[in-house]
């Protein structure tokens, strides 16, 4: 008895300081988030579906035991594995150097002095609101200039990957004047008097950049990296125009082959969609904490 009535006191305790208002407002969230998640739980119940189950149940249904498979997941795997292999051949190296020379080329233009400083400034920002639409031509016939497969012929383990070589580079150079404008940001609210002391020690440009700002920019990496490894592994446009080659086809070209001509198999194009998405979610739930840190601190 005095378990339950003290039960009973704790959540009446709990309930105390809502108020219709509150409930309200709590019901439009539950409301609004239902609706934003549905189309992800009915991809998700999709992907267990067998293909007459889709046909026979409710899109937001889970499957019933007789309709239950995993076959589109290892259908869908067998598909993706060699695309997501070469995505993070080229995406690693992508999001790293764009992160880091974004942030050196922040530092330069936040903590040091010199001429052509806004001019530069006024390039990269013009930088970040360039559509890749405008340079997929150029794009195209400058790699076919420069004949990267050729210029590698020394070394055959590049030159088979040399259309994910590309890829790095070009990702690379489009992330840079995002990253750097990030990184700015950031650098504008980092105290200049840790730099001045550093300098006054006889600390060079990069070496106060090496044993100060590097370790204080923690936080913005955590931003930038998880922006720009989105950013990157979703890309369809740069890969469409620059892989041609089969073999090196990356994670959303390989996607794009799960659509049948004749006959639509959403369970396995669902079951393929979380497969392609899972290591943006996992960077995500790994340094979710690092993100929300660099976000607050760089506003």
């Given at each position: 008895m005095t378990t339950a009535r003290g039960s009973k006191t704790g959540l009446a305790r709990r309930f105390e300081g809502l108020d219709i208002g509150r409930v309200g407002l709590y019901g439009v969230l539950f409301a609004l988030i239902a609706f934003y998640l549905s189309p992800l739980w009915s991809g998700f119940m999709t992907a267990f579906k067998t293909r007459t189950g889709f046909v026979q149940t409710a899109p937001l249904a889970p499957p019933t035991p007789e309709w239950f498979t995993v076959e589109p997941w290892q259908l869908a795997f067998a598909t993706l594995q060699g695309g997501l292999v070469n995505s993070v051949l080229f995406v690693v190296p992508a999001t790293l150097l764009s992160?880091?020379?974004?942030?050196?080329?922040?530092?330069?233009?936040?903590?040091?002095?010199?001429?052509?400083?806004?001019?530069?400034?006024?390039?990269?920002?013009?930088?970040?609101?360039?559509?890749?639409?405008?340079?997929?031509?150029?794009?195209?016939?400058?790699?076919?200039?420069?004949?990267?497969?050729?210029?590698?012929?020394?070394?055959?383990?590049l030159a088979d990957r040399a259309d994910l070589i590309e890829l790095t580079i070009t990702h690379t150079a489009y992330g840079i004047p995002i990253c750097t404008i990030l990184f700015r940001s950031y650098y504008k609210t980092m105290d200049d008097e840790m730099i001045e002391a550093a300098r006054l020690d006889g600390a060079s440009a990069f070496g106060v950049y090496r044993r100060i700002v590097l370790p204080l920019s923690l936080p913005m990496f955590a931003v930038t990296l998880i922006y720009q490894f989105t950013q990157i592994w979703n890309d369809l446009l740069f890969a469409l125009v620059l892989v041609t080659s089969r073999s090196n086809y990356v994670v959303t070209q390989s996607l794009n082959e799960l659509q049948g001509s004749l006959v639509q198999e959403y369970n396995i194009q669902m079951a393929g969609a979380f497969i392609a998405a899972l290591p943006t979610i996992v960077i995500y739930v790994v340094f979710g904490r690092q993100f929300a840190k660099g976000i607050t601190g760089a506003s």
């Open positions: 992160a880091f020379l974004g942030s050196l080329a922040a530092y330069g233009l936040t903590k040091l002095s010199w001429r052509g400083q806004v001019g530069v400034l006024v390039l990269f920002l013009a930088g970040v609101f360039l559509p890749y639409q405008s340079v997929l031509v150029p794009l195209r016939q400058f790699w076919s200039a420069v004949g990267l497969a050729s210029l590698l012929s020394f070394a055959p383990f």
